[in-house]
T-cell receptor
Framework: AQSVSQHNHHVILSEAASLELGCNYS??????LFWYVQYPGQHLQLLLK??????LVKGIKGFEAEFIKSKFSFNLRKPSVQWSDTAEYFC??????????FGKGTMLLVSP | DGGITQSPKYLFRKEGQNVTLSCEQN?????MYWYRQDPGQGLRLIYY???????QKGDIAEGYSVSREKKESFPLTVTSAQKNPTAFYLC?????????????FGNGTRLTVT
């Protein structure tokens, strides 16, 4: 079965620390990958996406993610987090005629 | 502004009662989805619809029902057969393009059943 795994359920960082959230998927073949973010009290919104081409994709608010096909990974990174990055982050994947599958989410808490 | 409207934001029901959650979109999207979000579980797909008058079960459809009589509307009914109905429910939509477009989400409905 297709699945998406996020390595950490909770991450706590201080402001200015670097962030890397792990995501692995189990799909074979061509896959589209997404990171969504849910800020407290707000709806889910797209952070960035990968369909093809440059495996390093840049999203909003200084986030980026790298697609590594050999590792079936799509890790999210940010060089220096801010308090306003406190949110829940979801990795998601879709392939072919499948529906979008989400990981279980990572709650990031950034302390000022 | 185009978007997805879910109502109500909070809903309380007694055990044994059916309850219907509303989802309306004015984005002219063909596909609509219902997800359930529980702490530590991520988003799990309940039902989805790619065209009017047609819908498919997702991963956790038991105890739920949907209808798609209009393109703009995709209501979800949580029936008394759903064993753990208390959850946060998210509706989403997208163009029908095999996953090339991201989903647009509503603000969600938090259902509490006592």
């Amino acid at each position: 079965a297709q699945s998406v795994s996020q390595h950490n359920h909770h991450v706590i960082l201080s402001e200015a620390a670097s962030l890397e959230l792990g995501c692995n998927y189990s799909y074979g073949g061509t896959v589209n990958l997404f990171w969504y973010v849910q800020y407290p009290g707000q709806h889910l919104q797209l952070l960035l996406k990968y369909f093809s081409g440059d495996p390093l994709v840049k999203g909003i608010k200084g986030f980026e993610a790298e697609f590594i096909k050999s590792k079936f990974s799509f890790n999210l990174r940010k060089p220096s987090v801010q308090w306003s990055d406190t949110a829940e982050y979801f990795c998601a994947a879709i392939s072919g005629y499948s529906t979008l599958t989400f990981g279980k989410g990572t709650m990031l808490l950034v302390s000022p | 502004d185009g978007g997805i409207t879910q109502s109500p934001k909070y809903l309380f029901r007694k055990e044994g009662q059916n309850v219907t959650l509303s989802c309306e979109q004015n984005l002219n999207h063909d596909a609509m989805y219902w997800y359930r979000q529980d702490p530590g579980q991520g988003l799990r797909l309940i039902y989805y619809s790619q065209i009017v008058n047609d819908f498919q079960k997702g991963d956790i459809a038991e105890g739920y029902s949907v209808s798609r009589e209009k393109k703009e509307s995709f209501p979800l009914t949580v029936t008394s057969a759903q064993k753990n109905p208390t959850a946060f429910y998210l509706c989403a939509s997208s163009p029908l393009d095999r996953g090339n477009s991201p989903l647009h989400f509503g603000n969600g409905t938090r259902l509490t059943v006592t």
